[in-house]
Each structure stands twice: as C-alpha cells, then as structure tokens.
C-alpha cells in the first residue's frame, strides 16, 4: 500500500484502489492497515470518514460521469475484486466471493459505522430436537433436517453439508462441525429456511455450491439418489452445479423445472412475484414451464415466465446475481422494482406513491451499507423523499413536499 496517506484528500482516498478495495472486501489485512493508519495519524480520521461518506453515496444514479465512463471504472474494479478473489482461493476451500468480504468488514469495520446492524457471534451452530423448546424464531436461518433436527445460523455463513456431518464456517472465523445420522429411507427432505433480511450458502455434498437470497425456501434430500439429484426452491438462487453426466441435476419450483449437468445460472421464483426468472451465466439449462414445451436457454440469456407469456430475452448477466456480491445492479429499471428487492434485502416494508413507481434507477447499491445510508442515496438521487413509520419507509415525490 502507498505510504504517502497523511497527505491525502477526501478526493484522493475516492481514487485510490486500496482505499476502495477496502471497503468493498474488508480484508482484515486492510483493516489492519486502516487503523493502524488513523492511530499514528488521527488528523485524517475526519477525512477518511467524509471519504466513506461520499463512497456510500455514489453507486445509485451518478450522473456526473457518462455512462462509458462509469462502465470502465466498474471494469477495472471488478477486475481488482477478482485478482483479490483468486489469491484468496489459493488458500481458503471456499469463499464466497466478495460477500465473505463484506461480511468481514460489517465485523470488523463496526466502529467507523455506528448505525450498522449489530454482528452475531461467530459460529452460532446448534441442533435443537424437535422434542425440545425451540431456541430459535422466524428471523432466524435454520436448516431442518429430515431426521427432526434443526440447526440454527447466523448470517452469512457458509455450510458444507455431507450424509455425516454438517460444517459451518462464518464471519471467515474456523469452521464448526456437527456430526448427524441421515435416514436415507424416509422420504422427507432437509429443508433450508433464509428469512427476508438474511442470506447464507450451502455447499451439497456433490461439491454444488449454492447461494440463497433474502425470504427463501431450499429443499434438498439427505442423500442423493443413485440416477438424478433434485432440489426444490420457493425464492432466490444462484447455483454452480457440480458436472456429473451420469447424475442429472434438476431444480423444481412451483411453476418450472430445470435440467442441466453442469453450468451456473440464477433462478428466481418468488411466491409473491408476478415474473419468475433463470438466467444462465455458463453452460446449457433447459428449462419447462408448467405444462408447456421445453426452453432450452444459452449463457447471457434469461428466460421470464409469467401467467400470460414466456419470453426469452440476452441480458446483462450480472444485474441479476449480483446480489451474491453483496451489490444491487440496475439498468434502467423502475424505482418500485429497486425498492421491491430493498424491502427484501433488509426485511422492511417499503411504500410508495403511484407518481414516481416508474422512476428509472441505473448504478449500483453497495449492500453492506446500513440501510439508513441507502434510503439517503435513493432520495438524493431521484428527488424523492421518505418518512420512517414503525416498521414501514414510505416513499414519496419531492416536490409534493414543497
């Protein structure tokens, strides 16, 4: 890292990599760097917090850079993150790309933000009997088991499931494991439960890796069977499947069923949705809508099911998985689609007047922001403002306001 710090201005910390790498991966090397920094020189501690400030604010709509512009900072970004992620993979099993980061920075970058959400304690891992007082409750993550166990986790972490064992990892902390007995003859299913404002990851015992987004239902058997291995899904994925020719993977959800050996895509199949959703990164996927014919999608496609139609469309991939980074991408959307998976994201109710739902939102939303500093980059950016009622943000055109 540059040594030269102390002269910096809050324009030049904007534009160093180690500063913005910083705070979007929240290495505990950074971290380290950071505070040992501001501890030798406490007159940039107001600098670099107004530096922090303006980063936060900068992701939604900023105009002041054409869009060619904005898409080539984005690029060589993104290219830092994925240099950083690799060296990472070197010596780690599994991460989960930038969101093991941004769950390391919340923890450890907790006293420069003092309205963020309060950490758990690493590895919260317990199995509860079914016969036995629960100690958990609906806002937590659970996985429950087919043989009436349930174990309970925090957010963000990472579970290795095996037929023997279940091995937890989270907030980049060691890894717990838990030893159960499956019983392959019964029929039921293990059964993965995200409430909206958590997320976490599950690896099958296959190697399948498995994202699951805010307000989501995975199932999936104890142990695969010798010709097929199927999941079920009410919610949001993003899935790399293990290829294996000879084991079929299948993915079921209330209106759809996907084949595919080995490839990544998302899917969203949220009960509450009016559009359900794959999109396919890499790979072949064929897709069956309810009773109608097979669609066979290519990467950078997605295909949008609804009552009424099914239509096949090229996008930008990433605007749709994004949210496994930690990040919200929009294109031109509308506002009442950008605070439908906000609401989702941090499980709060988000209203808004009918005059601005159409409101087109293009950038990006850093998601480890508390969500006080999001609803503040949403108003000052679309000149809407918003009243906090309870459990309840609502949303409204500024100039009624006037």
Same mark, same amino acid.
Request: with cysteine.
């Given at each position: ?142 996985? !429950? ?5 349930? /174990? %309970? *986790?925090?957010?963000?972490? #990472? ?111 949220? !009960? ?5 959703? /794959? %999109? *396919?990164?890499?790979?072949? #996927? ?117």
């Amino acid at each position: 890292m540059q040594m030269n710090y102390h002269k910096y201005a809050v324009s030049d910390f904007l534009k160093d990599d180690s500063f913005i790498l910083w705070r979007l991966l929240g290495e505990e090397s950074d971290y380290l760097f950071w505070t040992h920094f501001m501890e030798e020189h406490p007159e940039k501690q107001d600098t670099i917090n107004e530096a922090i400030r303006i980063f936060k604010s900068v992701h939604l709509n900023d105009y002041s850079l054409s869009p060619e512009k904005k898409e080539q900072l984005w690029r060589d970004l993104q290219q830092s993150i994925a240099t950083t992620t690799r060296d990472r993979r070197r010596t780690r099993y599994f991460t989960l790309s930038a969101i093991a980061g941004v769950a390391a920075m919340l923890a450890l970058a907790f006293w420069l933000m003092p309205d963020a959400a309060v950490i758990q304690s690493p590895n919260t891992v317990a199995l509860v009997e079914q016969s036995e007082q629960p100690t958990y409750n609906d806002t937590d993550i659970r996985l !429950e088991l087919a043989n009436k166990e349930t /174990v %309970v *986790l925090e957010q963000d972490a #990472v579970i290795q499931y095996t037929e023997s064992s279940i091995t937890v990892t989270a907030n980049n902390q060691p890894a717990t494991s838990t030893k159960i007995k499956a019983d392959h003859k019964k029929k039921e299913w293990n059964k993965l439960t995200v409430p909206k404002g958590k997320r976490t990851s599950l690896i099958l015992s296959d190697g399948t890796k498995i994202w699951v987004n805010s307000g989501s239902y995975l199932e999936f058997p104890p142990a695969f069977d010798e010709d097929k291995r199927e999941i079920k899904i009410e919610g949001e994925i993003y899935i790399e499947v293990s290829r294996d020719t000879n084991h079929p993977f299948r993915v079921y959800t209330s209106d759809m069923k996907i084949n595919v050996l080995g490839t990544r895509f998302n899917v969203s199949a949220y !009960e509450e949705d009016a559009v359900h959703q /794959v %999109v *396919l990164v890499e790979g072949n #996927v064929e897709v069956t809508p309810g009773k109608r014919e097979p669609v066979r999608l290519s990467p950078d496609h997605m295909l949008a099911i609804s009552a009424n139609k099914i239509k096949t469309s090229k996008v930008d991939v990433y605007s749709y998985i994004s949210w496994k980074d930690g990040l919200l991408q929009f294109n031109s959307e509308p506002l009442s689609l950008v605070l439908a998976r906000i609401s989702r994201y941090y499980n709060r109710t988000l209203t808004y007047e009918d005059n601005i739902k159409d409101l087109k939102c293009t950038g990006k939303l850093v998601l480890f922001d508390d969500l006080a500093t999001v609803l503040q980059t949403i108003s000052h950016t679309l000149t809407v403002t918003y009243e906090i009622k309870e459990n309840t943000i609502h949303f409204s055109n500024t100039k009624n306001k006037l």
